[in-house]
């Protein structure tokens, strides 16, 4: 199903120079009734799993990935809202390893939209070894992961709305780890000129907020660093002149499914997304009157971008599902003319 962008759910970075801001606050995981990543699940009248603090009738587990918990008898539950969880199955596989991926993509069991973003992000990702991507799907008729007797039938949640209907719904999670850019060019040539007028920041809007970070921690200028850092005293702004970027980074992609019918007639009612950016390396060359200089500091990030539904998405799903589809997702950054989708 074609899905529409309701918000702008649009993350740019820019260099800008401008006054630090305050920054754009994260939605941290629910951690009711959770202590010290141990959760402690039983099954409500419905049939599902829900959190409870009754530890001697409970079933307990630990966090593994994200939201996924590994429970004592090897179910996976996923955290799908604050005290709700799903059963699932795991998949997992290098990007590169074109074997495994293969095998996730001829998955039948697995939805298109699904498979579609895992190809993309391979494509995105080639020749970086170390990216992986770890797939949680509910658990199907012929499960492939590990489950139990205990998840036979756990393949959905259910939710309850304003109106007092109850939807059954499931929950698909996608963590990319250990991505990374390309090195992508701020400006290149005699254009490079411009970095001496003092970029400084750069600017993560998202969600309506914008957040200022300075790309070093005196907050000075890049052309003003390397210039401290070199000893030069003159920039000549030389043709050969260019300045590049490289992020690492993880991303978290959530799809929601909303049962329309009651027995079985899903649609795409939600798809979250979630980045977590570690670090942004720079790379500059400038001819001054000590002749070329270049420098290439890396910047440990460590920030966290969250789509506004992505905890606890279940009434967004509901409204959206059978028309268009509610999407807080793909998010871009822009660097000068240079854009890279996450």
């Known amino acids: 199903m074609k899905l529409r962008k309701v918000l702008s759910g649009f993350l740019a970075i820019s260099i800008i120079f401008g006054t630090i801001a305050n920054p754009l606050p994260t939605k941290a995981l629910a951690e009711d009734n959770i202590t010290n990543n141990v959760i402690n699940v039983i099954k409500n009248n419905d049939g599902q799993f829900v959190s409870t603090t009754d530890t001697k009738k409970s079933l307990k587990g630990k966090l593994m990935q994200g939201e996924v918990y590994s429970m004592d008898d090897g179910t996976l539950l996923l955290q799908v809202r604050p005290d709700t969880y799903q059963a699932v199955q795991r998949r997992t596989a290098k990007l590169s390893d074109n074997a495994k991926i293969k095998a996730i993509i001829n998955d039948t ?65 996608i963590y990319y780890t250990s991505m990374e850019s390309n090195w992508c060019d701020y400006v290149k040539t005699f254009n490079a000129g411009d970095i001496s007028s003092g970029a400084r920041d750069f600017c993560i809007g998202m969600a309506g907020g914008l957040k200022y970070v300075s790309i070093f921690a005196s907050g000075v200028s890049i052309w003003q660093n390397l210039m401290t850092a070199t000893g030069c005293k003159t920039y000549y702004g030389g043709k050969g002149d260019a300045l590049q970027f490289n992020i690492t980074y993880d991303v978290t992609n959530k799809w929601v499914f909303v049962d329309l019918t009651g027995d079985g007639g899903w649609a795409t009612g939600a798809c979250l997304e979630r980045v977590y950016q570690k670090t942004i390396e720079w790379y500059t060359y400038l001819f001054t009157d000590k002749g070329g200089s270049s420098t290439s500091p890396k910047i440990t990030y460590n920030q966290t971008y969250v789509s506004p539904y992505f905890d606890n998405p279940s009434a967004i799903a509901v409204q959206y599902a059978g028309s268009t589809g509610y999407t807080d997702w793909c998010y871009t950054f822009e660097v000068g003319a240079t854009t890279f989708i996450y």
């Open 109 to 173: 069991s697995i939805a298109q939209e699904i498979k579609d973003d895992i190809l993309k992000r391979t494509e995105q990702q080639v020749g970086n070894n170390l990216a992986t991507v770890d797939l949680y799907t509910p658990v199907s008729s012929n499960p492939t992961g590990t489950v139990t007797p205990m998840t036979t039938y756990d393949r959905f949640y259910t939710y309850k709305d304003t109106k007092g209907r109850t939807w059954n719904m499931k929950d698909t999670v």
